[in-house]
């Protein structure tokens, strides 16, 4: 399985998607596990996602929840067409994931958004908020990609 983690990492809690990967790739956490650091990739993360079976991507979601919640979103909650429940910011995954449905490309898919405290702040740091909270971070995206594995294949 390939988790992907995307956000500008100069933008303070743009990049927790960025610094979730890093630590669990530094860490081996979950063993058999692709990491890959997607950045700001945009319309290339096609190249990252397409023929991938299942793909867990990371990134800031502006949800009405306190800073530091994971929000689990599948594909569909991303959909394109009108208002989403969710934005990610930065990146145009509603847009990908519509050419990778029009190419048949589109894998299992589950999007991890982290609820942001700052994402204005020029800053290779999170906020004190996430910074506080990281390691209770990490153990719910650990616990969401492990289920997400082991669940059955739809």
């Not at 067409?81 to 490309?105: C, F, I, K, Q, Y």
């Not at 996430?130 to 390691?135: A, H, P, W």
């Not at 995206?141 to 289920?147: G, H, N, T």
């Amino acid at each position: 399985m390939r988790v992907i983690g995307v956000g500008n990492v100069l933008l303070c809690d743009e990049g927790v998607g960025v610094h979730v990967v890093r630590e669990l790739s530094r860490r081996g956490e979950p063993p058999g596990t692709e990491f890959l650091d997607g950045g700001v990739a945009g319309a290339t993360l096609l190249n990252l996602i397409e023929g991938e079976e299942r793909v867990v991507l990371i990134d800031a979601a502006d949800a009405p929840l306190p800073p530091g919640t994971v929000v689990r979103l599948l594909a569909d909650d991303l959909s394109s067409g009108g208002a989403p429940r969710w934005s990610l910011h930065d990146l145009n995954l509603a847009g990908v994931l519509g050419m990778m449905r029009l190419r048949e490309t589109l894998p299992e898919l589950l999007v991890l958004g982290i609820v942001p405290a700052d994402i204005g702040t020029y800053s290779l740091d999170l906020s004190a908020q996430l910074s506080r909270r990281f390691e209770e971070i990490l153990g719910k995206v650990r616990e969401e990609i492990a289920s997400f594995a082991i669940s059955p294949r739809g």
